[in-house]
């Protein structure tokens, strides 16, 4: 089922390796302009507008933006009693992990009297998107809101498409979500409009003010992803999302009943998912194979899974030992990676790409989309080669409070006028002299 690419006997440099392995193609350039309109119709026009594109795109036009807050009580009371235990089981270890993310304030003494101390402030209002496409994902709503709560952002507002089916509410697990987790602003716009209107801001159909945030975070689809690169400068964003990614890197030892499923269980996400089997054994890649064929028939999303499974950004790479396969999911940079390897955790240890590193046959990506405590919202594309996923940091703000005495200053200042009148910028200088009466 998976498309093969042999690399027995050779490892390509990086970027052929690059150029070579699977890849879900998304040109977010190419659909700028379809949602540049809808960007600045929604500066131009706010609310209205937004409710304009959401019947466009959703067929059904709320009431409203924001949730009425007992729509988000009477959804938490009325969610699944064992839904709504996982979501707390969820929410209690991702809480204990992002609560040891938490930075300090750090004050170096450079000289006497002259110190610089780096102040982490937490952004001050945040929106935070959860998706609502083939998918409900409550579970991202957990892992938006805690990393931001911990980090003290004092303002949250949660948005996710409003449905027909609902009467133009956000799915109810959303809701109930939110509301589990303490928030009480929600807004039931989704796609590009969205995060227009979170950047701009607005005035609801009652009056009310909707309150425009300093930053974006959240995955969906090409064209929010779109929205966000426009918008990127007014807001903060997190990152640019494309689709989602399962990198296995395993050998003879590995379980292929496992590795098809992990495969099978990323593929369900959507039909441009990526799922890679990086290994050096020909024989694991047939029985993995054969696994594919036979539980993906069982499951319930399994035309959609076919296609993700078949298509360029998905196959088997193989390699011709585990210290090649290393070379190639760090060129690859997975969204998540598994490692089902002998001594798994000395081959994960290794790894310098990758989103997140599940280790071990017992460490499945779907523990980390739920129930790990570590967080799911993470860089694709590649894009792990350089950045990180969503975390208490991507909330905070580094300030340098520099704090000098006039002696301090003074024993510095013939430094800082040579390296002014290098760079042809006496005035810097003199700023410095003047305070001690010299021309510069």
């Known amino acids: 089922m998976l498309s093969r690419t042999d690399l027995r006997g050779r490892v ?50 709320p009431a409203s933006v924001r949730v009425p807050e007992d729509a988000l009580k ?6 699944d009693p064992a839904v709504r235990d996982a979501l707390e089981e969820s929410v209690r270890r991702a809480r204990a992990v992002h609560a040891d993310q ?38 991202s709503v957990v892992m938006n809101v805690v990393p931001a709560q911990t980090a003290g952002v004092e303002s949250l507002v949660v948005c996710s498409p409003p449905q027909a089916e609902f009467g133009g509410l956000p799915h109810p697990t959303i809701l109930a979500a939110a509301a589990l987790l303490g928030v009480g602003e929600v807004w039931a716009v989704g796609g590009a409009q969205a995060v ?29 992803t779109a929205a966000k690169r426009l918008l990127r400068g007014l807001v ?43 290994t050096d054994s020909a024989e694991l890649a047939d029985a993995v194979d054969a696994e594919l064929v036979a539980q993906v028939e069982r499951t319930r999303h399994r ?44 081959v ?29 919202v993470l860089p694709t594309g590649g894009c792990a080669r350089h950045s990180s996923g969503l975390s208490v940091q991507t909330f905070l703000r580094g300030i340098h409070v520099v704090d000098y005495t006039r002696e301090a200053l003074e024993a510095v200042a013939p430094h800082v006028v040579a390296l002014a009148e290098a760079e042809d910028l006496p005035a810097h200088g003199q700023a410095v002299t003047a305070r001690f009466g010299g021309a510069g």
């Open 303 to 346: 035309e959609r899974i076919t296609t993700a499974l078949r298509g360029k950004q998905s196959g088997c790479v193989l390699v011709s030992s585990v210290e090649d396969g290393l070379t190639v999911v760090d060129a690859y940079g997975a969204e998540h990676l598994e490692v089902q390897t002998a001594d798994a955790s000395a």
């Open 12 to 61: 390509p440099s990086p970027a052929a390796l690059r150029a070579m392995l699977p890849r879900a193609e998304t040109d977010v350039d190419a659909v700028l302009n379809r949602v540049r309109p809808i960007v600045e119709d929604v500066r131009d026009r706010g609310v209205p507008a937004v409710l304009d594109h959401t019947e466009r795109f959703d067929r059904v036009r």
């Open 102 to 139: 938490r930075r300090t304030d750090v004050t170096t003494q450079v000289v006497a009297g002259g110190t610089v101390t780096e102040r982490w402030v937490p952004v001050r209002r945040v929106g935070l998107y959860a998706p609502g496409g083939l998918a409900v994902y409550p579970s």
């Open 74 to 79: 009477e959804a938490l009371d009325r969610l």
């Open 236 to 278: 903060g964003i997190d990152s640019e999302a494309g689709p989602t990614e399962i990198a296995i890197l395993a050998d003879a030892t590995a379980d292929p009943v496992h590795v098809a499923a992990d495969l099978i269980s990323q593929a369900e996400h959507d039909t441009l998912a990526a799922s890679v089997l990086v």
């Open 196 to 224: 227009a209107l979170l950047a701009y801001g607005g005035t609801d159909t009652d009056g009310a003010e909707l309150e425009p945030v300093d930053m974006v975070t959240g995955p969906g689809n090409v064209y929010l």
């Open 348 to 376: 994960a240890a290794r790894v310098r790409s990758a989103g997140a590193i599940f280790v071990g046959p017992h460490s499945p990506v779907s523990l980390g989309d739920y129930c790990a405590g570590s967080n799911h």
